[in-house]
């Protein structure tokens, strides 16, 4: 085993090792209910920048909106603000500029920040309809039973 066997046993442990996935800086935003104090965002924020790769949190009391920035992944930080024993999910708002048809029933929310309405996906509006389709037929110039006022 000469020079040329140790450089070919090297390169196959090179071949061999495994690289890491680096995971990519993520931000999640949740919403946690009944952030009432200062102590309540410290709570949170204490909680969520323990968890391996945040960056930074932020947390609007107002809005009850927590920001998580780093390198971590949804399902973790979701779990760990959860331990809080506060009601939290993903942010479920978005712009209403970004929904098709922003004010179906399963997109308009009361509670929504200003500007903002519920995540939906563009299948919601294909069941519901803003006119009843009673009311185009009876009005239709192809019914011969339709309204003759119009």
Same mark, same amino acid.
């Given at each position: 085993?000469?020079?040329?066997?140790?450089?070919?046993?090297?390169?196959?442990?090179?071949?061999?090792?495994?690289?890491?996935?680096?995971?990519?800086?993520? /931000?999640?935003?949740?919403?946690?209910?009944?952030?009432?104090?200062?102590?309540?965002?410290?709570?949170?924020?204490?909680?969520?920048?323990?968890?391996?790769?945040?960056?930074?949190?932020?947390?609007?009391?107002?809005?009850?909106?927590?920001?998580?920035?780093?390198?971590?992944?949804?399902?973790?930080?979701?779990?760990?603000?959860?331990? /809080?024993?506060?009601?939290?999910?993903?942010?479920?708002?978005?712009?209403?500029?970004?929904?098709?048809?922003?004010?179906?029933?399963?997109?308009?929310?009361?509670?929504?920040?200003?500007?903002?309405?519920?995540?939906?996906?563009?299948?919601?509006?294909?069941?519901?309809?803003?006119?009843?389709?009673?009311?185009?037929?009876?009005?239709?110039?192809?019914?011969?039973?339709?309204?003759?006022?119009?």
């Amino acid at each position: 085993m000469g020079v040329e066997g140790t450089m070919e046993y090297i390169s196959e442990l090179l071949k061999k090792t495994k690289k890491k996935k680096k995971k990519q800086m993520q /931000t999640v935003a949740l919403r946690v209910a009944r952030i009432d104090c200062e102590g309540c965002e410290r709570k949170i924020k204490h909680i969520l920048s323990g968890v391996k790769g945040v960056k930074t949190v932020d947390v609007d009391a107002k809005q009850q909106k927590v920001t998580v920035t780093g390198y971590v992944e949804p399902k973790k930080v979701l779990e760990a603000a959860k331990s /809080t024993k506060k009601k939290v999910e993903l942010w479920p708002y978005v712009p209403y500029t970004m929904v098709a048809h922003p004010y179906i029933s399963q997109a308009y929310d009361k509670k929504a920040p200003p500007n903002m309405v519920r995540k939906v996906p563009d299948t919601a509006a294909l069941s519901e309809t803003t006119v009843d389709d009673r009311y185009t037929i009876m009005f239709s110039d192809e019914n011969p039973n339709s309204c003759s006022i119009v």
